[in-house]
């Protein structure tokens, strides 16, 4: 029976590592490959034995293409074991190298401006699949990741028990050592599973995709919000902010025309006001064949300005990965489209 090194704790290791016949201290030295080396092929962990190293898996999962940014953003396409597609993201500035995860295999949310959702939802992913990402970024970078985000593919809170358990191997000191300050993970917005995360006692950040300041607006970009009223996901917020007073991020999606107005700006700020939060700005990176425009930066200046002197704490999300379609889903349709370049050109693994 494999060993799935990225699906187990260090102790589950090292339980399975005995069941299989070898001595215990086996586990430790590939969590010492995998971990701090960043090793995924067994063959190259050289202190373990060849019946141990038959057994052992660690990337499931292949590039089947890559994308790379003038401005340093890179974009994995990967290949699962059962052939479903997800996307992961490397953002890297100087100081920082920013991994964005992708939780399922497609998306049920259905948000409107959004590539992922069009497919639908495929598959939840596993704890070790969004992890399988982590590894390959490192890899294909060079770099060692030190920040993540749960905005990739799917939505994190749908896959709860998957989620939680890649958090916890993420901010582990025995696995990633990663600093739970230093991982977010965004939501269209779930109360219940906002308060079953909060009771977890993760000191991470928590950030909600608002994208309208009003049900009406919001139902129309998100579908899936209709069932939540705006009301019943800010009161969990607000939970989730008491239980570790860890700032919410509010994420708000400029679309040109849509939910860019002053009316909009004005609704925004009340709503910010009323939690503590920071919103960040986003300027919509365009899909082929869906009907939303990004916004200009006048306008995205204008919308952040009136913010400001409402008193909000505002940013505006620098835009990456433009020449590159880095936008979920975006690949994964290059891809699959008829036209789309076969495995055998693209890969780059």
Not at 24 to 42: E, F, H, L
Not at 71 to 87: A, N, P, Q, V, W
Not at 297 to 314: C, E, H, I, P, W
Request: aromatic share 4%; proline share 5%.
């Amino acid at each position: 029976m494999p060993l799935d090194v990225l699906e187990m704790t260090i102790e589950q290791l090292r339980q399975a590592v005995v069941a299989a016949g070898h001595e215990p201290y086996r586990a430790k030295q590939i969590a010492d490959w995998v971990y701090r080396k960043g090793a995924t092929d067994p063959a190259k962990m050289t202190n373990l034995p060849a019946r141990l190293i038959s057994e052992l898996h660690v990337l499931t999962s292949r590039i089947v293409d890559r994308a790379e940014s003038a401005d340093g953003t890179t974009k994995l396409l990967l290949e699962l074991e059962d052939g479903h597609r997800i996307e992961t993201v490397l953002i890297p500035t100087e100081k920082r190298a920013t991994a964005c995860l992708s939780t399922q295999a497609g998306c049920a949310m259905k948000c409107g401006f959004c590539a992922t959702g069009i497919g639908g939802l495929e598959r939840n992913l596993t704890a070790g699949e969004m992890l399988q990402q982590l590894m390959h970024l490192q890899n294909a970078s060079g770099r060692r990741i030190t920040n993540v985000v749960f905005m990739g593919m799917g939505e994190p809170l749908a896959n709860y028990d998957a989620t939680v358990a890649a958090i916890r191997a993420i901010i582990d000191a025995e696995r990633f050592g990663i600093s739970a300050r230093s991982v977010t993970v965004s939501t269209i917005g779930l109360p219940k599973q906002i308060r079953r995360l909060a009771a977890e006692g993760l000191p991470i950040t928590l950030a909600i995709s608002i994208h309208a300041p009003n049900d009406a607006l919001r139902r129309n970009i998100i579908p899936a919000a209709g069932r939540t009223p705006l009301k019943e996901i800010l009161a969990a917020a607000e939970d989730f902010y008491k239980s570790r007073k860890r700032e919410i991020t509010l994420e708000y999606l400029l679309l040109s025309g849509l939910n860019d107005s002053s009316l909009c700006a004005e609704a925004l700020a009340r709503i910010a006001r009323r939690i503590r939060c920071n919103v960040n700005l986003i300027r919509y990176n365009p899909v082929e064949s869906l009907p939303y425009a990004r916004p200009t930066q006048a306008a995205t200046k204008a919308f952040a300005d009136r913010l400001s002197r409402r008193g909000v704490n505002v940013h505006v999300r620098q835009s990456k990965g433009l020449d590159i379609s880095a936008a979920c889903g975006q690949l994964t349709r290059r891809a699959t489209a008829p036209n789309a370049r076969g495995p055998n050109h693209s890969e780059k693994a």
